[in-house]
């Protein structure tokens, strides 16, 4: 099903940019716009249930993300001597590239740097997808994932990475007895 109306009128989305709407106003931007399966669809990513999105070519999306994660879970496993089995899901297909891109990110300078080499790999999968049906459901798909990828990067401050660096040596330090 064709969102003429609904896609032309979606802003462009980068990186950098301030976030147009939050995502659950996007949801609702879409109610009387989409079918009830895309509805649900764009439900479900925006909820982060991307297990149970249904959409053929977003499953696309969800099964390279799905092999790029297993793929840092094992090699963060194996950087630690354990087991990746437990870390591992099931996806339907294989890309040579989310493996490559796994293995460079994980030696990358800083975390900051990975996470940014990680989500430009997402948006150019995501832009790859929506060439296949530019004013389609998977369109606004794509703009649902791009836009929680936009509002995770915002939330990314200097004040929220101290807070939780913070957090993280007072738990250890908590748990050394002196």
């Given amino acids: 099903m064709a969102y003429h109306y609904l896609v032309a009128s979606l802003p462009l989305l980068t990186f950098d940019q301030e976030i147009p709407f939050a995502p659950t106003?996007?949801?609702?931007?879409?109610?009387?716009?989409?079918?009830?399966?895309?509805l649900a669809d764009v439900r479900n990513i925006v909820a982060r249930r991307l297990d149970q999105v249904e959409h053929p070519v977003f499953r696309l999306y969800v099964a390279a993300?799905?092999?790029?994660?297993s793929a840092l879970a094992r090699i963060r496993a194996s950087r630690v001597?354990?087991?990746?089995?437990?870390?591992?899901?099931?996806y339907a297909?294989?890309?040579?590239?989310?493996?490559?891109?796994?293995?460079?990110?994980?030696?990358?300078?800083?975390?900051?740097?990975?996470?940014?080499?990680?989500?430009?790999?997402?948006?150019q999968f995501l832009d790859e997808?929506?060439?296949?049906?530019?004013?389609?459901?998977?369109?606004?798909?794509?703009?649902?994932?791009?836009?929680?990828?936009?509002?995770?990067?915002?939330?990314l401050t200097e004040e929220k990475g101290k807070s939780i660096v913070e957090q993280i040596v007072e738990?250890?330090?908590a748990g050394i007895k002196l």
Avoid at 25 to 38: A, I, P, Y
Avoid at 65 to 69: F, S, V
Wanted: with cysteine; proline share 3%.
């Fill in 25 to 38: 106003e996007f949801v609702s931007m879409c109610e009387t716009q989409l079918s009830k399966s895309d």
């Fill in 65 to 69: 993300d799905t092999q790029l994660r």
């Fill in 81 to 90: 001597s354990l087991d990746p089995g437990p870390f591992q899901k099931s």
């Fill in 93 to 123: 297909g294989f890309s040579v590239y989310a493996e490559k891109l796994a293995t460079e990110a994980m030696s990358a300078a800083n975390p900051l740097e990975r996470e940014l080499m990680l989500d430009k790999f997402r948006w």
């Fill in 129 to 155: 997808l929506v060439v296949l049906d530019a004013f389609g459901a998977i369109a606004v798909m794509a703009f649902a994932e791009k836009l929680l990828i936009v509002e995770r990067w915002q939330s």
């Fill in 171 to 173: 738990a250890n330090v």
